[in-house]
């Protein structure tokens, strides 16, 4: 009888526990003030707990029939080949999984555990990956190993935490590219709302990286240090929100996706991510976005029938930057013709601010073709210049009057928000570098968690 021998010995650990405390309570006010006493309340019963779900996971564990073998999925079969216990971090404490089968297939090689359910993405359970992970994603990872044992959750390194949260988000994507394979099957993908309008809206936002060669393991969040000579550029990060919107025109529930993918790779998915917010169904659809074409075409090519409509926020990014070309820090004259186009703009009358921009351009001469795409970037003449095109090209998305009276979404906050929500907020603190995967994985934790779906972290198992 194993199982009655563990049983009295969990339970005289219990008395041993409530003797431990007893005695504290007559050392408080000496030994103990009232922090330090629950704390060490909080680590005696952690204690009993840990060893509690210990006991109890192996009896159930020793109760099973293990079986002798299984079916491989190369067709042919996994054979039991012994026990490997193997030790997990938990949020009580740590413990050994020591009912720990392993089989494997002579014909592939596959190896596959058996009783190893309570196990997360790596040596921690579920719910201390959850934690950690929750920690991971909002900030530095050095402040969220400072929160963790601060609060008596877990001691760790920074550097574990980083792996904690890139694997998770390595898992996420693994089971996002399996449900983009699939989406071609409605069925396969349903709806998660049937809203009456939806709002689809990209952009991109740069990110600092650096060379994934220069990734050194441990160091503190890729920081890069001021004397050292790391390759490090700025890359595109794509980012999606979809959100519904109502009658009135009110925004609901905002999803997000962030990738550094290309265009066609992230294309599968805003059309998943479509599909999942029930774009079939959708009285309304709106499709918003800044000038680049590779936007307008990919919205013309997965929502033909969708209104295509430049945001607001981009398009007054665009009378600043001309107003800033013609103005610099001049901020009266600045402020005092940037709200005149903000007044034409909003009556729809886009011909009034070609006009104006036609005007500066001509005032500060016609562009010098030697320059560089970098210098073009930066040249007032040359903002100017361009800027006649954008506001051409897209002027039949801005016809803002109609899309008011419609109470069609203008993406005046919406749009802004996803770059500074699921990128800038976390990603782009001073100094901070990623590599593509690191920032990958943890833009996909990122977005898992604001799209209100963190509780299906575990739902379903993807061999990563
Ligand atoms: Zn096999």
């Given at each position: 009888m194993k199982s009655a021998k563990a049983i009295l010995d969990l339970m005289s650990f219990f008395v041993q526990v409530v003797k431990n405390v007893v005695q504290a309570m007559d050392g408080f006010g000496t030994v103990y003030d009232a922090r330090s006493l629950e704390a060490y309340i909080e680590t005696q019963t952690k204690a009993l707990g840990v060893l509690m779900f210990e006991t109890c996971w192996r009896i159930r564990m020793q109760d099973r029939p293990v079986p002798v073998s299984r079916p491989c999925a190369c067709g042919y079969t996994l054979h039991h080949k012994g026990v490997r216990p193997r030790e997990m971090r938990t949020v009580l404490g740590q413990m050994t999984l020591d009912e720990r089968h392993y089989f494997q297939c002579d014909h592939c090689g596959t190896v596959e555990y058996w009783g190893d359910e309570l196990r997360g993405a790596s040596d921690f359970s579920q719910l201390a990956e959850d934690r950690i992970a929750f920690m991971g994603k909002d900030g530095a990872f050095d402040d969220a190993a400072k929160a963790l044992k601060h609060l008596g959750l877990i001691e760790l390194a920074s550097s574990t935490i980083r792996a904690v949260c890139e694997r998770l988000g390595e898992r996420l994507r693994a089971r996002t590219d399996h449900q983009a394979a699939q989406q071609h099957c409605p069925e396969n993908v349903p709806a998660e709302e049937k809203p009456v309008g939806l709002g689809i809206s990209v952009d991109g936002v740069m990110l600092g990286r650096i060379d994934?060669?220069?990734?050194?393991?441990?160091?503190?969040?890729h920081k890069v240090p001021g004397k050292t000579a790391l390759k490090h550029f700025f890359h595109e990060v794509k980012t999606l929100v979809i959100f519904e919107f109502n009658r009135r025109g009110e925004t609901l529930r905002k999803t997000y996706q962030a990738t550094q993918e290309r265009v066609e790779d992230f294309r599968e998915k805003v059309a998943l991510e479509a599909q999942k917010r029930g774009v079939q169904t959708a009285q309304l659809l709106v499709f918003l976005g800044d000038g680049a074409p590779w936007v307008w075409k990919t919205a013309s090519e997965l929502f033909p029938k969708a209104i295509q409509i430049l945001d607001w926020y981009h398009a007054m990014e665009h009378v600043w930057a001309v107003g800033r070309a013609k103005f610099g820090t001049r901020e009266k004259e600045l402020w005092a013709w940037v709200k005149v186009r903000e007044t034409e703009l909003w009556d729809g009358n886009v011909k009034a601010v070609i006009a104006a921009v036609k005007v500066i351009s001509a005032e500060l001469g016609a562009p010098d073709q030697t320059l560089s795409e970098t210098a073009r970037a930066v040249d007032r003449a040359w903002i100017a210049y361009r800027n006649i095109g954008y506001f051409e090209d897209n002027c039949q998305r801005m016809n803002y009057p109609e899309y008011r009276a419609k109470n069609l979404p203008i993406g005046s906050g919406v749009v802004e928000s996803a770059c500074k929500h699921v990128v800038a907020s976390r990603m782009k603190h001073a100094g901070m570098r990623w590599d593509e995967t690191g920032a990958e994985n943890i833009l996909a934790l990122r977005c898992h968690y604001l799209n209100g779906r963190w509780d299906s972290l575990w739902e379903q198992k993807v061999a990563v």
């Amino acid at each position: 009888m194993k199982s009655a021998k563990a049983i009295l010995d969990l339970m005289s650990f219990f008395v041993q526990v409530v003797k431990n405390v007893v005695q504290a309570m007559d050392g408080f006010g000496t030994v103990y003030d009232a922090r330090s006493l629950e704390a060490y309340i909080e680590t005696q019963t952690k204690a009993l707990g840990v060893l509690m779900f210990e006991t109890c996971w192996r009896i159930r564990m020793q109760d099973r029939p293990v079986p002798v073998s299984r079916p491989c999925a190369c067709g042919y079969t996994l054979h039991h080949k012994g026990v490997r216990p193997r030790e997990m971090r938990t949020v009580l404490g740590q413990m050994t999984l020591d009912e720990r089968h392993y089989f494997q297939c002579d014909h592939c090689g596959t190896v596959e555990y058996w009783g190893d359910e309570l196990r997360g993405a790596s040596d921690f359970s579920q719910l201390a990956e959850d934690r950690i992970a929750f920690m991971g994603k909002d900030g530095a990872f050095d402040d969220a190993a400072k929160a963790l044992k601060h609060l008596g959750l877990i001691e760790l390194a920074s550097s574990t935490i980083r792996a904690v949260c890139e694997r998770l988000g390595e898992r996420l994507r693994a089971r996002t590219d399996h449900q983009a394979a699939q989406q071609h099957c409605p069925e396969n993908v349903p709806a998660e709302e049937k809203p009456v309008g939806l709002g689809i809206s990209v952009d991109g936002v740069m990110l600092g990286r650096i060379d994934p060669q220069h990734r050194r393991r441990g160091s503190k969040e890729h920081k890069v240090p001021g004397k050292t000579a790391l390759k490090h550029f700025f890359h595109e990060v794509k980012t999606l929100v979809i959100f519904e919107f109502n009658r009135r025109g009110e925004t609901l529930r905002k999803t997000y996706q962030a990738t550094q993918e290309r265009v066609e790779d992230f294309r599968e998915k805003v059309a998943l991510e479509a599909q999942k917010r029930g774009v079939q169904t959708a009285q309304l659809l709106v499709f918003l976005g800044d000038g680049a074409p590779w936007v307008w075409k990919t919205a013309s090519e997965l929502f033909p029938k969708a209104i295509q409509i430049l945001d607001w926020y981009h398009a007054m990014e665009h009378v600043w930057a001309v107003g800033r070309a013609k103005f610099g820090t001049r901020e009266k004259e600045l402020w005092a013709w940037v709200k005149v186009r903000e007044t034409e703009l909003w009556d729809g009358n886009v011909k009034a601010v070609i006009a104006a921009v036609k005007v500066i351009s001509a005032e500060l001469g016609a562009p010098d073709q030697t320059l560089s795409e970098t210098a073009r970037a930066v040249d007032r003449a040359w903002i100017a210049y361009r800027n006649i095109g954008y506001f051409e090209d897209n002027c039949q998305r801005m016809n803002y009057p109609e899309y008011r009276a419609k109470n069609l979404p203008i993406g005046s906050g919406v749009v802004e928000s996803a770059c500074k929500h699921v990128v800038a907020s976390r990603m782009k603190h001073a100094g901070m570098r990623w590599d593509e995967t690191g920032a990958e994985n943890i833009l996909a934790l990122r977005c898992h968690y604001l799209n209100g779906r963190w509780d299906s972290l575990w739902e379903q198992k993807v061999a990563v």
